[in-house]
Structures are given as C-alpha cells and as structure tokens.
C-alpha cells in the first residue's frame, strides 16, 4: 500500500483543508454503504471524504437534521451487545461451534479495543487507529499463518481506501477457523422470528458486513500476498431469537453484495476532481476562530454547498443529515427529483416539473430527443383527462 | 408507478391539492370500523408501549404500558388489548345464521403497514400462550411467573386473531385489516414523493388540507414532529429522549408506592397521548374521506368473502382451534403464494373493469382500447344449420395504441362475459385506427342478441385483453398427498411447551 | 431500576467485589462481579462505583506496600503485561491466575462456571433454595458450555454436570493455556516492579 498511501496523502492534504479546523469525522461502513445508496451523489461524497461533519453543517446553514436515534434503541443495542461480548464471546463461540463447527479448542480470543494497543503505540507517533489497525493485521496475519490459536477478534480495525481517502472501519468481530477463512461477524438488535429477520434490517446489515468483508480481503492481500480465499463470502449476524434475548446466528452470502460494492468503491474515484472543481473560496470549515464567532458564515457554507452538485433522492431523507438542505434545493428549481425517481424516470431529459407540465400540456414543443417519451406523456395526460370526464358526465 | 399516476403526481404538484387516481373507491369501509394505533418501544420487536383504539372517533380508549420491559406488563396490555377487541368480533358473529356469511365483519384501520407488522407480531407472542397457570412447567419458570398469575384468558385467543387479522391482510383485495397511508395512497397521488407518502400526516395533509392552506403547505407544516409526531408503531426519537425516557424511569421510580405509581402513570399517559391523538384524527379523517367516495361495483363481493372467512375463523377459534403454526409447511405456503397471485391478478381486474382510470393504464400499455362504434352488423349469423351461431361484428375507431393482431381476443369492459376476437384493424384519418372485432356471449340464448348486448353506432366501448376471471392457479395437492418431496403430508401442528414457556423479555 | 446497592450490607466496595471474586477464582469485568454478588451474597454491586477502586487500590499499595491483606488489583494481557480491559483480580492470587492470553477469556469462564456450579450445589446440599439470580448466573454458564445441560434441565441446570461439562471443556485448553501464562508470568516477574505486577504496565 505503500504507493498508494502516498498519493492519497496528496488528495488527503486538500480534503482537510476542505474540512478546515474543525475535527474530522471518520468514515464507517455504514456511512460508506450508505454512500453507495446514492454513489451518484457528489456532494455527499466529497464532504464524507473531507470527514466533514455533516449534522453540524446541516444545522449552520438552516436545515436542522431531523434524524436521531432512540435513547432506547441504542440502550437496546448496547445491551444485546454486551450480552454477545460478555464471558469472553461466549455465546458467539457456542453459536461457532453449532453452526460454522468450530471445534472446542477454537476458543481463543483478542480484544483489539483494549486500550493497552492504543497506548502501546502512540509512543510510536501513531493514532489510536492506526495502532489499532496495525495490532489487527499483525494477528489476522499470525492467525492466518497459523502461530496463534485465536477464533475471534473483537472489535478490529480494518482500512480501507474509499475514493483515495484512507478510512479505518471497525467491524464487531471476525471469527477464523484454524487452518479455514475469516468471517465477518455482525452482532445485530433486530430480531430474528421464527428464524426470519425483517428484510429491510437484514439487507443493510449484510451491506454493512459486505463492506468489512472488502476491507478484510484488500487487508489480507497486503499482508500476506493475494489469497482471496481466505475470507469467507458468507456473513454471520448474531441477532435475538424471537422475543427474548438470547443471541441466535443467521448466515447469510454476502458475495453478491460485497461484489457490487467493491466495483462501486473502484469508480468512486473522482474525490479529486470534486475537490479540483471546488471554487478556491469554498471550503466547509465548521470550526470558530477561537473567540466563538464562526469561521464561514451561514451564507458562505451555503454557496459552497450549492458548487457541489448533489443527486437528491427523497430516501435521501432517510440516511443523510443534509436532506433538508439538498430537498430546499430541489424545491427551489422546482426538480422532478421531489417527485421520486419513479416520475423523474418517467420525464427523461426534462429538468424540471414546470417544463414537464408545459410539454404535456402542448404549450412548448419537445427536443427530438425528447419526443418520444413527451408522446407518451400527452397520452397518458389524454386518457387520464378523458377517464376523468367521463365519469363526471356520467355522475 | 406508471405514468398516468407520474402526471397525476405532476398536476397535484401545480395544483397544491393531490389528484384522485381512481374515480371509485375499491375497498369496503364498514359501518362500524375500530380504529388502532399500536405504539412500540423503539428497539424491541414487540414491546408494546401503548395503543389508541375504539370504534367511535370521539371516544377513543387508551392503553398504556407503564414498565414495558417488564414482561408482566406486556401480557397486561394484550390482556387489556383483548377486553376491547375480543367483544368487538363477537358482536358480529351474534347476527350470524347457518350457512349465510354474517350480515358484516369486523374492519380494523391501522396507521400504516408498520402497524400491520406489529399486530403480525403481538399475534405471534400471544397466540401460543398458555392461560390460567404459569406459562411453564418447571418449578424455577414458575417462580418467575408466580408474580405474572398467569395469563388472563383473552390472550391467547386475541392472539389468534392479531394473527389472523396480519395474515388476510395480505391478501390482495380484503379490507378486514387496513393500513391509512395504502388506502389513501391507492386512490390519490400527491404532489411529493411516494417515499414521503409514508408520512401519514403528510399524506392526509396533501388530501385534505386544513381550512386556509393549500395541500403542499399542510404537508409542509408535518415536517416537525412536536406538532405532528409520527404515525408509529415507532414514536419519534427526540420524543422518546425528552419526554418518553423520564415518564418511564419515573414509573420505574414510583414503583411500590401507589400514590407515586398512579401521578406517574398519568404523566406517562399524557405524554403518550399526546402522540397518539394526532394520528387518531388522522386516520379517522382518511376513513371519512374514503367513505366519501362511490364504492366500485366489485368491492361488495370482495367484502362478502372476508365475512365468510370471519365466520369460518371465528367457528375455528370457537371451537377451541390450535393457534396458527410458527411456520407453515412447504404446501401450505406454497398454497398461500399461489392464492396471493391469483387473488392479486383477480383484485386487478376488477380494479380496472370497475373504474375508468384504472383501465386507462391499461389503454396506455396497448392491453386496452375504447373508442366510439362506427358500424354495428348486430345480426350476423356464421355456420350452417344446427351449428349457425350469431357471431355479430362491430367496427370501433379508436385513438389508443393497440398492440393486437387479427385473431387476438378482448373482452367487453360492461359486459365482461362478452369476448371480441380481432378481425382487421384498419388506419383511418386523425390518428385514429378503426377495430373490427366479432363478438361472442353475453348476448343471451336466442339467435337474435338480447337487447342492449350489441353496442351501437354512436356507443362508447371499451375492450380490455385483461380477463375479470384469472387464469386458475396451479392446484396445490391437499395437505394429506403432499409428495415426499415436500417432506410428506405435514404433522398436524400442536403447539409445544417451548412454545408456551417462549420467552418475551 | 431501583438502586438497591448494599442493601443490607455493612462491607465496603472492595470487601463485595472480593467476595465475588473469591467465588469465581479468576479475574472478572465489574458486571459479572455484580451479577455474582447479586446471585450469593446481598444484592447487585454497582459497577460505577468499582470504576475508581483499582486506581484506589494501587494508590494505597503505592503509599505502603502490602499494609493490606489484599488488594483489589489487575489481571494481565499476556502480551503486554498491561492491565486487561475492565477486569478486576486479587493480589493474592498466583500471578499466573491474572494472565490473560487469547485462551484466558475462555478458561477464566470455564473455571467460573465451576466455581459458580459448586457454590450452588453447596447452597442446595444446605437444604436451602438458591436465588433466582443464582439460578439465572448458572444458566449463563449451562447455556455456552457443551454438554452443560440437558432438554429438561434448561431452567435449573444440574450444577454437578455444569461443573463436569466445564472441567472436560478446560482439559482441552489447559496445556496452550496455561503455556501462555507460564510465559507471561515468567516475563513479568523478570521485567516488572512489584507494583506493576500487581496493576500492569502501563504506557504513558
């Protein structure tokens, strides 16, 4: 990674200054595998890569994020968590042992968040990741080779360049059978009824393990030369069964995913072009100059915003803290986009509702490449009025 | 979506109002619907919270769960779940005789398709539980239930029917169980997105505005949740951090002293309702619009085999029936798929033969026309003798896209029984294409047509490749020849003690 | 949930977390240390207010060395010599039993299920009803150790086959296992000061 590592100190030099002084925000899979809900998005995907804090700009430039987690959601998760954890991972290991076979000396165990790891190496100069991230490759790579009998690291770190921008993600755990493959464990609050968990959970989780997966397979690489069947395509999620909170393990293939995201993640280049296309007043610098007053105002974050091009979804609404803004953005072009892209797919090459209303209502004439779907539109437009009419006529 | 709902979405946009999708209404609003939030405790599948419920709108009943992690409790709230709602079904089955459906059936209106899937799963935390004795045979279980004094009687029963409810109202066309935001979302279309339709105050303020404001300005006002909290079964996070934690560690905090407990449990109950009766006028107010429409021809048949399913379910619960198995067997949801299709396919046929602008879609996909007939020869006759048949022609100008060919077959909009096979489709001036197509049945016995079978010069028509009767499914064997390939005919399932003792932290 | 901490109790912090530990044999996190005091002795232990008591302790050793009995002191990552995560021991313990290498986690759980299985069978030969809390931390132990239980005995583990199902899991560990501690020990008693023995390296 040597190279590469280089270069991205290059564009990773310029995002900061993007950031400005404020402290960056690290990336996480699940922000990553948000990204790619949407990886058309320029915007989200530059002020993710500066490690920009989104929540904080949505609030400076007046469109207050409306997301937020439950109190008892996140004390449940924390608790299901720590049921998983506690005893030394031992109900992860009792479900190793029934579903993946584990034998029963497979049972060794490294905590890579003891704080011993971080402290270790900072005397180093590095960051508690960085350690952290060394310490995981440094026993994968023994596990791997065979010289330390450990079959769960809790809590590693792994790296991963996303659009040339180093991020360090930390998976709940990976499990290894000696002499097998890793795998990536996900530990999970959502339930599992009657061995079913709800589709929409289980979807982003195994997006969100697809994403450690990658990682995992690019950290190995590096360490140990190629062996990409070192890593496991499945996934496993421990969840609650049914009602109560005892933990149960799903697998599930996560190939299919963790193939799509890495073909992604290899075009989300172009970071750098976003930052080169930036405006040299621009930058998104949160941070105040010492004596409370903001360093950019309102207004000044607002405009380097809009010279970013955003791709706004309506379920954008659902996973990204700038909805508001981009949404305002949408409205005041009057975009289709509001609309959903089922009816922006249905108005190709039309930028906006007013022109759209105006080409089905006869009033312009479409562009040739227009005119075909603008045919179709006024049909539909004429059968809709017809439909409607007759029914009056006849009430 | 299709593209007639996309320029519906488009005008409801520029009007500031959303636009009717159907011009009837396609499903059955009793005349006495109960009405049913659910609340959860955000985290837990099935930790109920509370619940807002009742059949008249101006006295809604509440219930709360004052310790909802606390498994006791939660049994009290399907207890008290049970005492509304198992009086409720049994007011219908008292008008039922012999082998007549009962003259109606209860219908359950629930915010959104979340509460749907939360009444799917206190149905399978209830149903398999035991009454009257701790829910366990070991002594250390019954130590822990000993505080529950088992479980009132309702529960297990209320749970079948939670479950019964969730299970028909996937089925395509029923209305025993009906989520707010699918019926006013099947009938118009707002001017923002299908995603922000979910909302369903956003949703509801689209359709009917407060006095003063357009539909986007209402809608615009529901983004903030302190004025229009969420539909549930989740409540809104910042509600949840600001008022729902402290009211419930105050419960906590009271517990043992009944002075405290009650003050306690009334600030809990203030505070939950205050989330509740927003969305209790909001789903009333979409039951009203909807009553408001001209319901579509088919929905009193629709409606009359959800009374029949009620009738069969509550003679099955009646009966002392086992609860709904935790899984069904290979053949029986294989079964359960195939009759979801052919009851999906059915339920859109009828959609569209029964409203103009559903057919419209169809028109728009060439799988439809409707034009004026420009000649009629209602008296054609074809063959010889004994087997001479009146096989009249008519020829329709249309201005629809047709995608047909001579020979293909087509079906009469008004009279469905009617079928007309394509026998030449000719261009004529002002793009315009001229169908001649002969017709068969619907005419009556005789060799003349029944008057007003044969559509005139001058009739508007309408012919649809979309047959009303779908094409039968493929049959499933009976439970008791499923092949072993299908892991033989299933056990008939009992429910077991783990399934009684499940715990439900 | 009601704050019932000592509830009838006139010991001090470190006095429960030694009963607790004195029960397990090995070294713990504070809330298993909680959960085992709760389960034998007068009620839960808050896990905030152990939270300084490790500091607290080297300190008092730092200002007088072995003025006390015991302490409440570390157990060691094998690796590092550096105290383990959150886990709690006492000094009277063999060095060797506050070691912890990639099977420690494990063997310290299995030896704990022992402990907690014999503590309540001694209860149950008494003629006495151990607590639900009791049964639930026994169930804990059942539930993840092969063979620790059978279809009829989920709710009330035998604590005699818990115990036995424990003891065949440790035998196939024991020998890396206690390798690892062998070595760490050894370095540590080279390398370490007295003080740091008991409460780890740490690097500042």
Known sequence: MTTGQEQESGSAGRLAAVRGAAAPQGFSARKIAALLDNPECGRRKLLDAAGVDKRVLADRVGYPSLFGQSPFAIARAAAFAEIVRRDGFAELIRLLRDTLNFSLAEAGVADLADPAIAAAATADGLSAQEARHRETVALLRDAALGTQPIAVFGSPVLALSIGGVPAYLEPDAIVHREGGRFTVVGIKAFPVIDGQAPAASLTAAVKQQAVYQIALRRNLADALGDDADSVADEVVLVCPENYSNRPIAVIHNAKQQADAIALLLDRLGGVDRLVADLPAAADFDLSDDGAGAARRSPGELATALESVGARYLPTCRANCDLAGFCR?????????????????????????????LTLINDETDPSPDQAEAVAHLRRAARLRRESLSRTEGVA | MSTLQAIARLQAYESGYAQPITTVRHAHIADRPMVFIPLQLAGQAAAPLAAMLGENRRRPQMLIVERPRIRRYRFKFAADLAAVLLPYFESFTEQSFGDEPPADAPQIVVPNQGAIAFTAHLGRSTRFRRIGVPNSRSAAADARAAAIAGVAPGVPVVGQWLTWLADRARLPGSSVLLAATDLLRAHWATGQSGYEDGQLAALHAWIDPPRGLTGAEAAHRTADPILFPPAGPGTDPGFDERELAPALEACEAAHGDPAAEQAARKALEDALRSQLEPVWDQVWGAVALLRGLEPAAHTVKRWEADRRAFAEFDTRVRAGGLPQPRRDSAVSSGRRLGQYERELDRFEAQRAYDDPLVMAEYRLAGEAFAGVVEEAEPDRLIGEGRSRKLRPLISVRTSDELWAEPGDRFHNAANPRQSATVVRIESVPGAAVLVTVELTGGMGRGRKAAKGTVPQPGDAVCFTSLALE???????????????????????????????????? | MKPRTGRGSTLTVREQVHQALSVLGGPAAPKLISAVHEAFFTGPVLPRRMASLRRDEERSFTAGPYQRPYYICAALTAERLAPGRGLLAVSTWPLERRIVGPLGPRTDFLTAAVHVAQQVKRIVSCGEEPSEPAWQLLRRYASNIPGATGPRDRERPEPGRVRRAALAELAVHEAADRADRDRAAGRAREQLTESQRLFGMVVK
């Open chain 1, 328 to 356: 305002g953005e949408a409205e005041r072009a009057g975009s289709p986009a509001l609309l959903g892209p089922d009816v922006r797919d249905a108005l190709p090459g039309i930028m906006s509702i007013d022109d759209a």
């Open chain 2, 470 to 505: 779908g094409v039968p499914g493929a049959a499933f064997p009976e439970p008791h020849e499923t092949p072993w390939t299908h892991g033989g005919p299933p056990a008939g399932h009992a429910p077991t003690e783990a399934d009684a003792e499940e715990d439900w932290d």
